[in-house]
């Protein structure tokens, strides 16, 4: 299956005004209301992530983009042989998401997932309400989500064998420093483009339907300037600063909305994957990356 990254994820938001003015004052994202929904914009396309009004808050689909027509239909191809559902989305559907053709499938633990190509353009310019330099988008996607696979050894399968997705590395955590805990894995996997991760699975329910959201950006400095913004609008800190072990991201987390983190970051790994192998970390992060203070 050619996917090539994620293209865009989408949001549940009984209150779409709470979710502009995280967007705006902390993300540093433009916003644009259509109808029931708000637009997200991080770079030339008309938005990256799509809230929508529903009656309950948490995370609604990633958005993964295929090659193109042809691809399109060798994948819903593939869906099908592997006796996955899979529904082929309206016309008024794919035209609400902006593209050319929309399918909706599931996982087998029921994280809901669309297949899209062709999505339109209009190339007006980023400008970042806060002053933010920019998002790394293009061929890496717009970033990565971390979904929950509490039934980990079929979710695994199911990206690998099915969505064709590759391992980048993986983890086992505990919440606790007590070694009578269980340990959690989780994978990072990569598809079609250089992004060290464009999704991740953990071993734990997680009731928002979303671990965290990944957006990067161009500088360290528009880190520090999204922490201090964090702190001046009374979000939650999820976790301290920090640089990651495997994707080498310098970043923060933070509580969305939506009931989920976002992680706020930049300096991500460009991947070369004929040279890569594999690896077990047994450490987060060189340093920081604190998820205590989330938790108090």
Known sequence: ?????????????????QWRRYATDVLGMMAVEQGDALLLKMDERPYRLLIERAERDGYGACGWEVAGEA????????LQQADVQVRRASAAEAGQRQ???????????????????????????????????GFITGELGMGHAVLPAPNFDSCLAFYRDVLGFGLSDLMKVRFTPDPAEPEK????LHCGNARHHSLALFECPIPSGCVHLM????QL?????????????????????????????????????????????CGGKVMDWQRHTPFESTVVSHWGHDFSVGRQ
């Open 1 to 17: 299956m050619d996917i090539r990254g994620l293209g865009y994820v989408t949001v549940l938001s009984t209150d779409l005004e």
């Open 215 to 218: 957006v990067e950006v161009q």
């Open 99 to 133: 593209v050319q053709a929309l399918a909706c499938f599931s996982d087998p633990h029921g994280n809901r997932h669309e297949l899209f190509w062709g999505p339109r353009m209009d190339f007006a310019p980023f400008v970042s309400p806060a002053g933010v330099s």
């Open 71 to 78: 691809a399109f239909e060798q994948a819903i191809a593939e």
């Open 221 to 265: 400095d528009d880190v520090g300037r999204a922490l201090d913004r964090m702190h001046a609008q009374g979000v939650k800190l999820s976790a301290t600063l920090g640089r990651h072990v495997n994707d080498e991201m310098t970043s923060f987390y933070m509580q969305t909305p939506g009931g989920f983190d976002l992680e706020y970051g």
């Open 185 to 188: 894995r989780i994978h990072f």
